[in-house]
């Protein structure tokens, strides 16, 4: 499914439609269809599984609160990732930069990977975006992440498009600088960089 797919917003719209009227069956289904949307999305915000979690299931239990209050001016997808940015810096405002026993934490609520993709490349491309600030890793994922266009991420992120422009400008500028770096380190990407 595409985020310009038109079946699949009118999808999510009756979805919501339903749940203001109280179907939590439509909510278990908008749930499963964003949860691995979502969880890689917020991986840019943290790396912290539990808050991950924590952050989806805030979003969803807002989005069954205001589902009758979604007017329509954006696309579903718009909307709920635009509430779990905002619960997802709620969430580090609270939590902070507390420690975390990794040990301790479920080890299925990680973000959701492909399992077909290159492990090798997620990982060099995850050391790149790890050197960009929050707000560039999380502009990076929406637009090319997840598709969303810089008016959709603007929205999102509640700031003018001209600072989503500004901060993609720099964060494809820095990952410029410091892939081929990182691509020294990992041998079997130095030849396809280089």
């Known amino acids: 499914m595409t985020e310009a797919d038109p079946q699949a917003e009118a999808a999510d719209r009756a979805l919501l439609q339903r749940m203001s009227d109280g179907d939590r069956a439509a909510l278990a289904t908008l749930y499963r269809n964003y949860h691995g949307r979502l969880g890689r999305f917020l991986s840019r915000l943290t790396r912290r599984p539990d808050i991950i ?4 299931n805030d979003c969803f239990w807002i989005a069954w609160q205001k589902a009758a209050d979604f007017r329509g ?3 579903v997808s718009t909307w709920i990732m635009g509430i779990a940015y905002r619960c997802g810096l709620k969430a580090l405002r609270k939590h902070g930069a507390e420690p975390v026993d990794e040990d301790s934490l479920p080890e299925n609520h990680g973000p959701v990977v492909d399992p077909n993709e290159d492990r090798e490349l997620r990982d060099w491309l995850s050391k790149g975006l790890a050197r960009l600030s929050a707000d560039q890793r999380v502009v ?3 637009v090319y992440g997840t598709g969303h266009t810089l008016d959709d991420v603007a929205a999102i992120m509640q700031c003018p498009v ?4 500004a901060r993609l400008f720099h964060a494809r500028v ?3 600088n410091v892939l081929p770096a990182l691509a020294d380190a990992v041998p079997a990407y130095k030849d396809r960089v280089s």
């Open 140 to 142: 990076v994922e929406l």
């Open 162 to 165: 001209g600072t989503v422009k």
């Open 53 to 56: 979690e924590e952050v989806i």
């Open 174 to 176: 820095k990952l410029r």
């Open 73 to 75: 001016d954006s696309r």
